[in-house]
């Protein structure tokens, strides 16, 4: 490393996350105006190409997940996770949790090759579809609950704590935190599920996102890759 010693896990380099900020915030907010805009302006469009269960926003699930599998794979290739199996290990975790996800979104290939459910899965399954989300709250929303829950703490919350709090940026569990990076799809997601609580507690239909809950998910998706992007660059600081 150029005869510098490597950071410790924690004391990692703010120089990994000075990026331009197209990709953090640019994008997340260019999403927002267009996924309120679109379906009012263009709803034909709306429900053929961007609702639709192979539409943008559906697909986005998929591939956005997939590219978080990709980097977490790269992660492990890299030699500063040896030594450290925890780091390992949460990394590996984050990438099952990337091919579960786009598994599940995509039926595990039923959405895109069209096969038919066997009865007796579809006998379990509410959608009548290839996948376990359908199946059981275990599959679905305890899992989307345990996410928002990471993203809301760990994305909002810890990063701006760490501002104030050295102590915290100096431990070897630092590196794993969020960056403030992360922070606009996390504040974005948690305002597209909130305009939908509103919408439901007023009983009337959401006037910002039609589909809140699916925008929230792009988000969450979307809070992850940024994030997987961020901890490889960390991860590549480190002495193997």
Known sequence: ????????????????????????????????????????????FTVNWLDSERGLVEVSHVLIP??????????????????????????ALAGAGCFYTAGEEASWGQHFLFWSTPETWGALNDQNETNLHNVSSWFDQKPRTLLEIGVIVG?????????????????????????????????????????????DALGGENPIFARASEVQELYFYLFVLFYLIILRRRIATLDG
């Open 66 to 91: 997939l590219a978080g599998l990709v980097m977490a794979l790269r992660c492990l290739l890299l030699p500063g996770l040896l030594g450290r199996p925890w780091l390992m290990a949460w990394v």
């Open 155 to 199: 994305g909002i919350i810890l990063p701006i704590v760490m501002l104030f709090r050295a102590e915290l940026r100096d431990s070897r569990y630092a590196i794993i935190v969020p960056p403030l990076i992360c922070l606009p799809a996390a504040v974005l997601a948690e305002l597209t599920r909130f305009s939908e609580r509103v919408a």
């Open 1 to 44: 490393m150029s005869g510098q010693a490597a950071p410790a896990d924690g004391a990692h380099s703010h120089s990994v996350e000075e990026f331009t900020a197209w990709w953090w915030l640019a994008l997340p907010l260019v999403l927002a105006i267009a996924l309120i805009v679109i379906p009012k302006m263009a709803p034909e």
